[in-house]
């Protein structure tokens, strides 16, 4: 199992976990959903690295770092996981900050105004967009088995 669920990147996930008070094993779901562990990952929309951060948000939560290198794994696990840790504290629930990673903070805030999500994350699977709506499952579901198996 510990091969399907691998933990690459350990001194940095483990830096920035504890920095940012975040669940080493959500960082680990994260990576892997967003690059399988591919810290060279870029997609078609242009997010970047291990935690497929796009530009302009590294900038807005990193604007001192404005040149950051999101292909670097010590920058790109840095700023997702401060990213992850923000969304955490803004929605104070795991499953609503993982559909705002996925979906923009804009997004999850405009589904909960219009009642389409509650903000407690109790109806996840009212998600409108396909992609996001299977994308928080896979990354809660990958999170409770790396919690389950190390």
Avoid: C, H
């Avoid at 302009?56 to 404005?66: G, H, L, M, R």
């Amino acid at each position: 199992m510990k091969i399907l669920y691998p933990k690459k990147y350990e001194n940095f996930v483990k830096i920035y976990a504890e920095e940012y008070q975040v669940d080493e094993n959500l960082i680990y779901a994260i990576i892997k959903a967003e690059s399988n562990f591919n810290a060279q990952a870029v997609s078609s929309k242009g997010a970047k690295g291990l935690m497929q951060l796009m530009d302009k948000t590294a900038k807005d939560i990193a604007p001192e770092n404005s040149n950051n290198d999101l292909l670097n794994i010590d920058t790109n696990i840095q700023l997702g996981t401060k990213y992850i840790s923000i969304l955490i504290e803004r929605y104070d629930n795991i499953g609503i900050a993982v559909i705002a990673y996925n979906a923009g903070i804009g997004t999850v805030d405009t589904w909960i105004e219009k009642n389409i999500i509650k903000k407690d994350g109790s109806d996840i699977e009212n998600v409108p967009y396909k992609e996001t709506n299977q994308y928080v499952r896979k990354i809660l579901r990958d999170y409770k088995i790396y919690q389950n198996i190390y």
